[in-house]
Structures are given as structure tokens and as C-alpha cells.
């Protein structure tokens, strides 16, 4: 029996929550098309006839201009020398840069397994992705490359196993039926947030945030969840894009996240949200606390 933890690190947008989603076979991390989605460790574990795997996602690492985004990148390398392997994930379709730079010089010393692997083959020309390995194997030494696609799936199932195989042998290290360790009103919080990233400006993403004021269990098998969320922005001006005209964008927030959220939760619910503004929340250590930084 093999188990034990593998870290997924790497720049913002490289499709580290989509990986985690994939290879854990659940929706565990909410996914958008604008970076640092992810803000904080996200474990998840997947259990195979002859593994245990805990998976953590991390946020990307990027230059940091704000408390939350040092923190943020904090708990990505705060994972490096705890695992017992690291998968680099890297997106293909961009041309490598000062960042990957860094995150590669981060790993080179690591005395555990690193293995790189390349992300979104769906969207290159399958010419392209031999020089791509090739280019990057010059540039450090990786127990293996695995090309991927965790969009759709292609070649996971390799890197799967290429991953146990460098797994030390032991027991499981949680419950068969333990799926991860983030608390209920972390993912009510992060299906807002994931809406609110989908339906608004550029602007908004990264200066807001959602916190879950109260989470009232429902009173019976077939009872009502009630959920009461804060949208926080960082200035007056974002708070009209949020609403919308005659409250039209939150409510377009709301149904989504209401549907996505009885999906999740398997029940009913009752979803209330507002929005708040409160400048430089991102220095702001009671908001950091409020949604799990």
C-alpha cells in the first residue's frame, strides 16, 4: 500500500484547481478563466485499490502586493519541503517567463520527487509539445514530465499513476470515505465567489472577497440551509458593478450560486447576499481570518 501527500504548485492560471478537481473526482476548487482564483491550501484526498493520495491545491505563485497575496503565496510554498511530491504545473499555451523562472529555481534543491507537468495539451498543436519538454528538461532536473490535459482528462491517468509510484509505502492516512478538510462554509463561500468572478468586470475579482456571516444547518432531512453572505469590494464604485441596475447582477449571482450550492449540499437553500465596502480589506488581518487566510 502506498500513501501520501502530493503538493500541486505553480504560476497563477497553470490549472492547478482543475487538476485537483480531476484527479480527486469531485469539485473540490472553484475554477475561473482569471488568476489567483485559488486562495488558499485546498486538500483532497482520492483513494485507489493500492494508494491513498491527499492532493493539495495551492494558490499560484506570484509577486505579492497585498497581505492576503503574501499569505496566499505562503501557503503554496509552505507545502514545498512538507510532501512527499510536488507536481509543477505548468500551462503549455503561454511561453515561459520570469515567473516560471522562479518557481523553477524553487524546486531545485527539493529532496523529494518533483515531477513537471504540462498543462492544456488540448489547446497546442501536438508538434509543438515535443520542444516544450525539450526546452524545459534543460532547464531542471524532474523525476518525470507528464503532458496532460485536466480539461478533459487526457493522460491524467498517467500522471496518476507516475505519481503513486514515487509514493513511500505506509498505511492510508485518513478515513476510506475522508474526501477533505476545508469546512462547509469555506466552499458556500467559495461558490459565491466563483459566480461573482464569472459574471463581473475585470476590476472586481481580485479586490473582492465573500464571507459567510451565517450558515444555518437545515432543521431537518428535508429542510432549508440558509445562507447569509457578504460580498466585500475594495471602493464605492464596485459596489454598483456587483448590484447591478435595479439589483439585477446580484441577483444573476444569486440564482447561479443557489443552484451550484443545492448541488453541492444536496438540499434546498436559501441564499442571501449583500455587499459591502470596506477600502484595503486586503490588509486587513479580521477579513484575512474571515475567509480563511
Known sequence: MKAGFVSLIGRPNAGKSTLLNRLVGTKLAIVSDKPQTTRTRILGVRNYPDAQVV?????????????MNVRMVDAALD???????????????????QGD??????VKNVTSPVFLILNKIDLIRKSRLL???????????????????AGTGDNVDRLERALIDRLPEGEPRYPADYLTDQPERFFASEIVREKLLQFTHAEIPFS??????????PGSEKGLLKLY????????????IVVGRGGEMIKRIGIAAREDLERFFDTRVFLDLHVRVKSEWREDDGVLKDIGL
Open 79 to 97: 507545502t514545498i519541503p512538507e510532501v512527499d511530491v510536488l507536481g509543477l504545473v505548468v500551462d503549455v499555451t503561454e511561453a515561459p517567463g
Open 55 to 67: 492532493f493539495l491545491d495551492t494558490p499560484g505563485i506570484h509577486r505579492p502586493l497585498h497581505r
Open 131 to 149: 520542444p516544450i519538454m525539450q526546452q524545459y528538461s534543460e532547464r531542471g532536473s524532474f523525476a518525470g514530465i507528464v503532458p496532460v490535459s
Open 229 to 240: 453572505c457578504t460580498i466585500v469590494v475594495e471602493r464605492e464604485s464596485q459596489k454598483p
Open 208 to 217: 473582492s472577497a465573500v464571507v459567510v456571516d451565517r450558515f444555518e444547518e
Open 101 to 106: 523562472r522562479f518557481v523553477l529555481d524553487l
